[in-house]
């Protein structure tokens, strides 16, 4: 079963930030926090992971709290062609099963001109 | 573009019939995951291979089957088929098999079975 909790859809004006927020409360020490998006059928596309830290790439940022129980993605300057849904995986540290994706249903972004 | 190629892109074909998906992981990725996807269950593991032997298993059915080649090529198996069985199957690979290596999923195979 998925380990997060994810809003079911949520709506962001073209050109504003997206926050999709991810609730991981029984993350252990060793579980990494990733996100993947879906655009309708294709193939899930990696956007970003991490363990402790904030993260950045070209793609989005990732802030993890303290605690590691919540996460946060950012989109900063989201477009069209961002509208997915989104999903935030926790994956043990080590291989093996609990080294694979499990995924949930994610979050649904919607992303209106 | 991942980098992982899967044939073919759709296929059609009739119940009770069998058929083999094919997948090419990315260059020097050692581990190969598929994936089943349909619209009432979503994003199912189905099985994981490191470097030509069995990692993981999940939610396969005994009437499917996979395996890694010494080109590390993957190939998955469907026989038998009914139309439960019509979904988009990904197939996925990493470097390694280890949580910190990064997965990178294929466009998908679309089976549609009648």
């Known amino acids: 079963d998925a380990k997060t909790t994810q809003p079911t859809s949520m709506d962001c004006a073209e050109g504003r930030a997206a926050n999709l927020p991810c609730n991981h409360s029984t993350i252990s020490g060793n579980e990494y926090v990733y996100w993947y998006r879906q655009i309708h059928s294709q193939g899930p596309q990696y956007i970003i992971h991490?363990?402790?830290n904030n993260e950045t790439n070209e793609m989005a940022s990732l802030i993890i709290t303290e605690d590691r129980k919540s996460s946060t993605l950012i989109l900063p300057h989201a477009t069209l062609r961002d509208t997915a849904v989104y999903y935030c995986?926790?994956?043990?540290?080590?291989?093996?099963?609990?080294?694979?994706?499990?995924f949930g249903k994610g979050t649904k972004l919607s992303v209106k001109p | 573009d991942s980098g992982v190629t899967q044939t073919p892109k759709h296929l059609i074909t009739a119940t009770g019939q069998r058929v083999t998906l094919r997948c090419s992981p990315r260059s020097g990725d050692l581990s190969v995951y598929w994936y089943q996807q349909s619209l009432d269950q979503g994003l199912q593991f189905l099985i994981q291979y490191y470097n030509g032997e069995e990692r993981a298993k999940g939610n396969i059915l005994e009437r499917f089957s996979a395996q890694q080649f010494p080109d590390l090529h993957s190939e998955l198996n469907l026989s038998s088929l009914e139309l439960g069985d019509s979904a988009l199957y990904f197939c996925?690979?990493?470097?390694?098999?280890?949580?910190?290596?990064?997965?990178?999923f294929g466009e998908g195979s679309w089976l549609t079975v009648v």
């Open positions: 996925a690979s990493s470097e390694t098999a280890r949580s910190g290596n990064t997965i990178y």
């Open positions: 995986i926790v994956r043990a540290y080590y291989g093996g099963s609990q080294g694979n994706l499990i």
């Open positions: 991490g363990l402790k």
